[in-house]
């Protein structure tokens, strides 16, 4: 993992020169693809592990096709640096080329960004997007070098060869399918549910009627939205970058528009904890730049959505926490967004269950 943070660390120097140079794909590809490739155990000079312009059934080629015993396991198309990477077309490429060459994951990357599909994932291209990982320190707010390293880690090529990238992936995709048939069965129960319910409860005197509203407090996902006034506790922030205007709504959507899948998926895992610490008390309230959570008129926790993952805040003492881990930090003297001196930075459902914990301490804490 050391090599990986060195390895960022270096290409992290190299950016805002070559930036400004504007540098085209083949460039891009040598001065920060190719080495940081090589970081994660692929050789790109040798075509038994990495096929360069690998050919396609259209007869066009993918510029990286990294392989295990002689077959691809991934496919990876560069762009030059600045590209924003957000064209369909060019997702829906790289992604129909790996469908087609049955390779279950590619990569679209400007070598700043590199955003990981799941090519057989039944959905429109970009939904297929699992996570992305940028040394861009701009696009990592609250996130350390270890923890890019380790998002990177997850498509070196031991990890390719022990399935790392298959097992998250179906964590997530198929958390968010379950996610979904649990909203449609909740919220519009079937009778044969209401009647499973009914009888696991052994009370006759519960209605069906009651039942079917009761899942619905349990289970509701979207309340109404709320109208907050301009919500601003990052130190010198410029009013103006908030682009707010009075009235303006705010909702899920907003934050959970463009963001991988797997940030989507640990975002709904949290807010669902937190409104179930106290179904009837506690609020969420949709701000402009994160998400924040009140019991009576005490806030416990925030959470802004990133593209690399989550950044959580809690109102806890942080010399207080027994050994935290290395994501977990004190931000009591730094500027930031969310009300809380200690910040959590989680990428992963195994650092979900951390945060659960420290946001449980917080409502504890702070519960009116």
Known sequence: MKDIVSCIEELRLKLDRYRKEELKELPTRTIFIDPLLQTLGWDVRDPE???????????????????????????????PLNDSLTDVKSITQVVGYASNAGVE??????????KVYRS?????????LLFEVSIDPKESEGVSAQQIAEQFNRFSRDSMARGVLDEIGEQVFTTGKIRKALDKLFVDPPNNLMRIIRSAVGDESIKPTQVRAALKRLWAQSPEIDIPPVDISFEGIKKSTLKHRAGKDYSEEIHIKGKPREVIELFRAIDKFCRELDIANVQRKYLALYVKYTH????????????????????????????PPHYVRDVSKIGHWGVGDVEIAIDNLEKLQIAKSFISQSFEENKR
Do not use: H, M
Not at 120 to 128: L, M, N, R
Not at 297 to 309: A, D, E, M, P
């Open 120 to 128: 057989t994932e039944k959905a429109e291209a970009p939904d297929k």
């Open 296 to 323: 009576g008129k005490n806030i416990f926790c925030c959470v802004r959505l990133q593209k690399s993952g989550l950044l959580i805040w809690v109102k806890l003492n942080y010399s207080r926490l027994e050994n």
């Open 49 to 79: 592990e990495v096929q360069l312009e690998y050919p396609t059934i259209d007869g066009k080629s993918v510029d990286y096709a990294p392989k295990i015993n002689r077959k691809p396991v991934l496919f990876i198309e560069a762009k």
């Open 105 to 114: 994951w590619c990569i679209l990357t400007n070598g700043i960004t590199y």
